[in-house]
């Protein structure tokens, strides 16, 4: 039974309804530990040198990430860390904004055994697969991983991805994950069937909630409309003015490192907008 295996989720634990979220999981998995997600109020400037010395962290994550990135990555890191203390063979990492159906166990039990892949990591939810009601539920070679609010992921996954992600080198945690995949470092999959319900995004399994109301409406909804002319705004500035700006100044190898690093950040901006859209216009 996977209700014996570890499961993680990382709660914002100032939050009352988050924290509520979090233990209705309970009902699925008794042992559920969670993680305090790290936040901002952690990351002091002391604490974020003490990571550095740890390498941990990098000068670039501390230069460039924002404290929400950072604080990501450390909350799934600990998550991680735990669960390579066990002597489990894999772990369900959650974060609070998800819900499960009453039939994940068996969902999860068909997936695992009705499949024969040799995987690292698992992603249990696809913004492209919002709406959709596939009555095989299987797995893909996954070719991007937008979030981590639900995934599996293996022993042998959680030692690549720590080896690889540390120190965390100014990229967020899916990038992270994202770049593994695409060297082929990360043997990822991907649902062809959401197996989880997204409370923090506007999907349409949601019902009796304002996002219902959005979907409703005859217009994209405003979701979208903020990611993509944020996109469409921000990028260009980004790439003509600030990249240069800071590669002009600086004139080091760092600062180029900065400037590639941000261009890949622009790249995977451009990949969700392409997934968002291809989720919106199919239904």
């Known amino acids: 039974m ?9 709660v914002f634990t100032a939050d009352d309804r988050r924290r509520q979220q979090a233990e209705s ?3 699925i998995f008794p042992h559920l530990k969670t993680i305090p997600a790290v936040t901002h109020h952690d990351l002091t400037r002391h604490h974020l040198q003490d990571l550095q010395q740890q390498k941990i962290l990098d000068r670039m994550s501390i230069a460039f990430n924002v404290t929400g990135e950072i604080g990501c990555y450390l909350s799934h890191r600990i998550a991680l860390q735990d669960f390579l203390d066990s002597s489990a063979n894999y772990c369900f990492i959650f974060e609070d904004d998800i819900a499960l159906p009453d039939n994940f166990c068996g969902q999860v039990d068909k997936l695992l055994t009705g499949n024969t892949f040799d995987w690292d990591f698992i992603y249990l939810y696809d ?4 709406g959709q009601n596939e009555e095989l539920l299987s797995m893909r070679p996954a070719e991007h991983i937008l979030n981590t609010m639900a995934y599996v992921i293996s022993r042998r996954g959680a030692l690549k991805f720590l ?7 100014g990229q967020a945690i899916d990038q992270h994950y994202c770049e593994m995949t695409r060297q082929g470092e990360l043997k990822a999959f991907i649902v062809t069937r959401n197996m989880v319900k997204n409370l923090g995004y506007v999907d349409r399994h949601t019902t009796g909630t304002i996002a219902s109301m959005i979907r409703q409406s005859p217009v994209l909804p405003i979701y979208f409309y903020w990611q993509i002319l944020y996109r469409i705004f921000y990028y260009p500035y980004f ?3 600030v990249v240069p700006y800071k590669l002009l100044w600086s004139k080091n190898a760092y600062m180029i490192m900065y400037g590639v690093r941000k261009i890949e950040k622009i790249q995977y901006g451009w990949t969700q907008i392409k997934e968002w859209c291809l989720s919106v216009f199919k239904h």
């Open 127 to 130: 913004y492209a697969n919002v």
């Open 2 to 10: 996977i209700a014996h295996f570890p499961a993680y989720c990382i």
């Open 25 to 27: 999981l309970r009902k």
């Open 239 to 241: 790439i003509f003015c």
């Open 163 to 169: 080896s690889h992600a540390t120190p965390m080198c």
